[in-house]
């Protein structure tokens, strides 16, 4: 399948746009609050503002990568080549070193062909507050308390969220790459966004337009290169 997309100048431009808009705001969004790869905690309110903007980052970073990448067309799949022998183990688990490792930007957006639905949600506790004894080593449960904007709450899986953005936006050439070799497959990469993404903040109503143009232009051409034999 050699397919080629050639897209309108106002994508092209779209894309440009959104990449350096989501770029400045994750720069100055980490610089606002301090936060690093190594941050645990952050307050609530802090917690919620990045939440918010990842809402939003994350599907339109994935539409501009997509529409990038279709418009270099796809690449031959990687070939699995014979991997070099493992070093021998540690002889104990404490001789093992720790590596920090680099929180890798999610592309797909669907779940391939898994039924929804088989694994049943977990048990919600709807009884109230617990009765605590003072001679016992009771953990508290947080929801069982008024949320504060100040309330400190770990941050760890946000932060690299945070950080797997970074990655994709400084090293977007392969994750372009990653998809170009996906082009042509069965699974699509992205879904439909819902109706209330990219209507209201974090981004600006312009950016919002902007983002909504992408996801049109994006679905508008991801059948195109989907093998449906």
């Known amino acids: 399948m050699d397919l080629r997309y050639t897209p309108p100048p106002q994508i092209r431009a779209a894309v440009w746009l959104m990449l350096n808009v989501l770029s400045t705001e994750l720069v100055r969004l980490l ?7 190594h941050t645990p905690l952050l307050p609530r309110r802090v917690i919620e503002g990045v939440s918010r903007f990842l809402s939003q980052a994350e599907p339109a970073l994935r539409r501009c990568l997509w529409l990038a990448a279709a418009e270099l ?8 080549t ?5 070093p021998s183990r ?25 039924r ?12 109230g507050p617990r009765i605590r004894f003072l001679d016992t080593d009771d953990i508290p449960d947080i929801n069982e308390y008024p949320k504060l904007p100040e309330d400190i709450l770990p941050a760890k899986r946000l932060v690299r969220r945070l950080m797997a953005l970074d990655h994709a936006l400084d ?8 998809i170009r070799r996906l082009l ?15 209507h209201r903040g974090p981004l600006t109503p312009l950016q919002c337009d902007t983002a909504r143009l992408l996801e049109r232009e994006a679905h508008d051409v991801q059948p195109h290169f989907l093998n449906t034999s």
């Open 116 to 127: 929804p639905g088989t694994i049943p949600p977990p048990p919600v506790r709807t009884s």
């Open 90 to 114: 540690p002889a104990t688990p404490s001789e093992t070193p720790k590596r920090d490792t680099q929180p890798i930007f999610r592309l797909f957006e669907t779940k391939g062909n898994k």
């Open 171 to 178: 090293y977007r050439h392969d994750y372009i790459n990653k």
């Open 31 to 37: 610089a606002r609050h301090g936060i690093n790869r």
């Open 184 to 198: 042509g497959a069965a699974r699509p990469l992205i879904t439909k966004a819902a109706k209330r993404l990219f």
């Open 73 to 80: 067309g796809a690449l031959p799949a990687s070939k699995c």
């Open 82 to 86: 014979s991997a070099e022998p493992a």
